[in-house]
Every structure is written in structure tokens, then in C-alpha cells.
């Protein structure tokens, strides 16, 4: 009986909170990664002229000269990466705002990718979050992205807020605030990134296609176009380290997957801010995205 109440407050917990922020997730794995200072983990790669570092925060912006982006120092081959973000206001359309994992300059034109990608937008429209996996698919000319976008339950302008990718041997996890938007299993090697990658940051001008299908471009009237980060967090298995080393654990099970009450937060998420799933694109040829 007292099993059966405790999941009846659960699910009116979840009915209750339908408007505003998601279910509490149980379990916020952020907790369980020390916060690095920036230099002991990153190095700028590009734009110098475009960034400065005060304190604890780290600040980037694009003008019309240029963007500006960073990299860690270490490319891993799995662990959690996360930062907390906070982005520009008003019109950012054409202008893409990043934290994702790479291995583009070890593998031009046949990379992999983890992506989170904050898609400019116009002052009468919220942000989209873009999450991307892909596998050896750039710069050849037959990019295969699996991209699910959200929308999000606050203004991602107004203050500072965690974003997070948990990379392991099974799994990608998408995380907001350590409540999770989005699991990506793996279901097979063709489908799965499997290579070492590095940490980035950025921001860039993707006028081509970031806001509305690259219907808003870039207006150079509203520069510097500004993202703020701090908050680094990076805990996982080096590109060298020993193969009995394990990346940290999304969930309070050290085997990995979510909790039953993570999933119920994610779900949450998903049925009222997911805006877009590759997998339910009737455009999208299914044939090269087998896990769908």
C-alpha cells in the first residue's frame, strides 16, 4: 500500500507541474563532477581577439570580424562534459551559440559529433536547442544528422544555466539543468560514435541555415552577438587511458541508463518542448538512420 501512494504523489507531482518546470529528475549527476578552472581544461583555439575571461566566467562573442571558440586540452572517449551558458538577447538569428564534442581536426570530411547547439533566433521567438549526433558523415558532402530541437521551460537570456553530454560506451545523454532531454542508445557501431574527441565551444555565424532554415540571416546592426560560460565541468576516460577505466554514471545506477524517475522528467520534456525529431521527419530518407 504505501508503495502504491508513493507512486500516485509521483504521478500528481508530474500532472501538477504540466505548466512551468519539469518533474525533479531524482538525481543530478552534475553533482558528482568537480567544477575546473578554465586553463586547466581548455585553451582558446580561435578568436582571440574575441574573448575574455574574467574571474570564473568566460565570455565570446561574434562581430563582424570574427567569432570565437575554445577546446579542451585533452580528447577523451567518453565522460561527462558540461557548462553552464548563458546567451545573447533580442535578434540573434544566423547566429549559432555551441558546446559539443568533435574530432573534426583528426578526421576532416569523416568526423563524429556531439552537439549542443543553440540556434539564433528573433526577438518575438524563443531559442532553440538543437541536440546532433553523427558519425563520419561531414565535409563529403553527405552530412547525416539525427537532430531532435527544443524549445526550453525558461529564458535561456536571463540567467546562467547547465548544459551537459554524458558520452559513454552505451549511451549519449543530452542534459538541461541535470534534467535529461535526451537518450541516444547504441544500437549498433555503424550508428554510435566510437572515436576519441575533443571539447568545444563557440560562437559563429551560420546564416546559411541556423534561424528558420537560413531565412533570418546575421545582422551585424545588433553586434557583438555575446555568449557567456562557466561552471566547466569534465570527467571521463582519456584518449590514452587505461581500458578498465569507466565514465561517470548519468543515473544513480553505476551501470548506466536512467532512473525510472528521470525518464518520467525526460518524457516530460519531450511531449511539451521537443519541437523537431529527425526520426519523424517524413522529408528525411530512413534508410540511413537504421536506429529510428
Known amino acids: 500500500m504505501a508503495f502504491f501512494i508513493s507512486i500516485l504523489l509521483f504521478m500528481f507531482t508530474i500532472s501538477t507541474n504540466a505548466q512551468g518546470n519539469p518533474p525533479s529528475p531524482g538525481y543530478n549527476p552534475s553533482s558528482t563532477v568537480d567544477t575546473v578552472p578554465f586553463d586547466q581544461a581548455y585553451q582558446t583555439l580561435w578568436g582571440p581577439q574575441n574573448q575574455r575571461f ?10 563582424k570580424s570574427s567569432g570565437s571558440g575554445f577546446k579542451s586540452i585533452k580528447p ?7 557548462t553552464a551558458v548563458k546567451l545573447h538577447p533580442g535578434y540573434t538569428a544566423g547566429v549559432i551559440t ?7 581536426e583528426d578526421h576532416p570530411g569523416n568526423h563524429d559529433e556531439i552537439d549542443i547547439e543553440f540556434l539564433g ?3 518575438d521567438k524563443p531559442y532553440t536547442l538543437q541536440t546532433n549526433v553523427y558519425m563520419r558523415g561531414s565535409g563529403d558532402g553527405n552530412i547525416i544528422g539525427r537532430e ?3 524549445h526550453l521551460w525558461f529564458d535561456p537570456t536571463q540567467d546562467f544555466h547547465d548544459y551537459a553530454i554524458l558520452w559513454t560506451p552505451n549511451e549519449i545523454v543530452f542534459f538541461v539543468d541535470d534534467v535529461p532531454i535526451r537518450r541516444y542508445p547504441r544500437k549498433s557501431d555503424a550508428t554510435f ?24 540571416k546575421a545582422n551585424y546592426g545588433y553586434q557583438p552577438f555575446v555568449g557567456r560560460y562557466r561552471n566547466f565541468k569534465i570527467k571521463g576516460c582519456e584518449a590514452d587511458s587505461a581500458q578498465s577505466c569507466r565514465p561517470p554514471s548519468g543515473s544513480p545506477y553505476t551501470s548506466g541508463g536512467l532512473s525510472l524517475q528521470q525518464v ?17 521527419d517524413p522529408k528525411r530518407d530512413h534508410t540511413q538512420t537504421p536506429e529510428c
Open 193 to 216: 560514435p566510437l572515436r576519441p574527441m575533443y571539447v568545444y565551444g563557440s560562437i559563429w555565424d551560420a546564416s546559411s541555415w541556423a534561424t528558420e532554415d537560413g531565412r533570418y
Open 54 to 63: 574574467d574571474q570564473s566566467s568566460l565570455t565570446i562573442w561574434l562581430d
Open 264 to 280: 518520467a522528467a525526460m518524457q516530460w520534456v519531450q511531449r511539451r518542448y521537443k519541437v523537431y525529431d529527425y526520426c519523424l
Open 76 to 82: 577523451y572517449r567518453s565522460g561527462y562534459f558540461g
Open 148 to 150: 531532435h530541437r527544443f
Open 98 to 104: 555551441s558546446f559539443y564534442l568533435s574530432n573534426n
Open 121 to 123: 533566433t528573433t526577438p
